[in-house]
């Protein structure tokens, strides 16, 4: 089965960046939609950005656009999600998900174990 592996949270200023990594192992990342999503405690999921199998359109959330920019090698097996201009209410355990014919916000059959985002002074 597809596994995905988050990697590359922190702790970060305001204002600050961060590259975010989904990597796949046992498979590859053909023909898969990738998107990302965070949570928070207290909140539901909350759907952050996802990107086409091909790389070649990518969607984003009202409040992460142009800040945020999702891409993927699938050469790598890996999708990124560069964070700019962070914001303390980005703070979240961010996964990223996978699935076919899920773009752009699922339903998504595979799921990482998440990375922790905290934005803080």
């Known amino acids: 089965q597809l596994q995905l592996v988050e990697s590359g949270g922190g702790l970060v200023q305001p204002g600050g960046s961060l590259r975010l990594s989904c990597a796949a192992s046992?498979?590859?990342?053909?023909?898969?939609?990738i998107g990302w999503f965070r949570r928070t405690p207290g909140k539901e999921r909350e759907f952050v950005a996802a990107?086409?199998?091909?790389?070649?359109?990518?969607k984003y959330s009202d409040s992460v656009q142009g800040r945020f920019t999702i891409s993927r090698d699938n050469a790598k097996s890996t999708v990124y999600l560069q964070m700019n201009t962070l914001k303390p209410e980005d703070t979240a355990v961010y996964y990223c998900?996978?699935?076919?014919?899920?773009?752009?916000?699922?339903?998504?059959?595979?799921w990482g174990q998440g990375t922790q985002v905290t934005v803080s002074s």
């Open positions: 990107v086409s199998w091909s790389g070649g359109v990518a």
């Open positions: 046992r498979y590859t990342l053909d023909y898969l939609a």
């Open positions: 998900a996978a699935g076919y014919r899920s773009y752009p916000r699922g339903p998504y059959a595979y």
